[in-house]
């Protein structure tokens, strides 16, 4: 079945640096969505990306998406304390289902 | 975007007993699902709640283990049936809405088993 890896499990980045996570499915993907998890927090929607090659912008963060549809990113440019959580990028196939990595959790060193 | 309550927020079960869950949303919703997060863990899906049937499982779980309702589109219940302490997780229920793609959650239900 479909299988999504993410890596790194864990990063510790001083602010300011910049933080990279990657997402690499099995299958080729319909689209693949980015999630953010604060501590003792529930999964919240960041962004969803479709086409091959795709990439997409939020302030600090850029998306990608591989031109397979297999593997996507998420960079953030200058880290700050508030960018701490755990990135979940979920992907999905022909059945909609999101089916997610296991997760990159960002520690920010202030 | 969509507003999901889960009750209860928390509980400590005995071993053998049996926990329903229940997920409602503010707004009425085409899909819903339960997903698992083990302490540090990813997100695994267990089930997508079907209105008025059967829900879907996925590989590894079970209608006997984890039944599901969902009775009308905002309401879904999850029971983790015959507990044991491998069930010690948190409960998420995920809703997408009508002409969206994005998935909301709800705050969970953290599952204690001893």
């Known amino acids: 079945g479909q299988q999504v890896m993410q890596i790194p499990q864990y990063q510790h980045v001083q602010e300011g640096e910049d933080f990279t996570t990657y997402c690499n499915s099995s299958t080729t993907l319909s689209n693949i969505q980015w999630y953010k998890q604060r501590p003792g927090g529930h999964p919240v929607f960041l962004i969803q990306l479709v086409k091959s090659g795709e990439v997409k912008k939020q302030k600090r963060l850029t998306f990608q998406f591989g031109e397979a549809k297999k593997n996507s990113s998420l960079h953030i440019t200058a880290t700050q304390t508030t960018d701490v959580g755990t990135y979940f990028c979920?992907?999905?196939?022909?059945?909609?289902?999101?089916?997610f990595g296991q997760g990159t959790t960002l520690q920010v060193k202030p | 975007s969509a507003v999901i309550s889960q009750k209860p927020s928390r509980d400590i079960c005995q071993r053998g007993t049996s926990l329903t869950i229940q997920c409602q949303v503010d707004s009425q919703v085409t899909m819903m699902f339960w997903y698992r997060q083990q302490p540090g863990q990813s997100l695994t899906l267990i089930a997508t709640?079907?209105?008025?049937?059967?829900?879907?499982?996925e590989s590894g779980f079970v209608i006997d283990k984890f039944p599901i309702s969902r009775p009308n589109l905002t309401f879904s219940t999850l029971t983790v049936s015959n507990m044991s302490p491998e069930d010690s997780s948190i409960y998420l229920c995920s809703v997408r809405t009508r002409n969206a793609y994005e998935q909301y959650f709800g705050p969970g239900t953290r599952l204690t088993v001893t």
């Open positions: 979920g992907g999905s196939g022909n059945t909609g289902k999101l089916i």
């Open positions: 709640a079907n209105q008025g049937s059967e829900a879907t499982y």
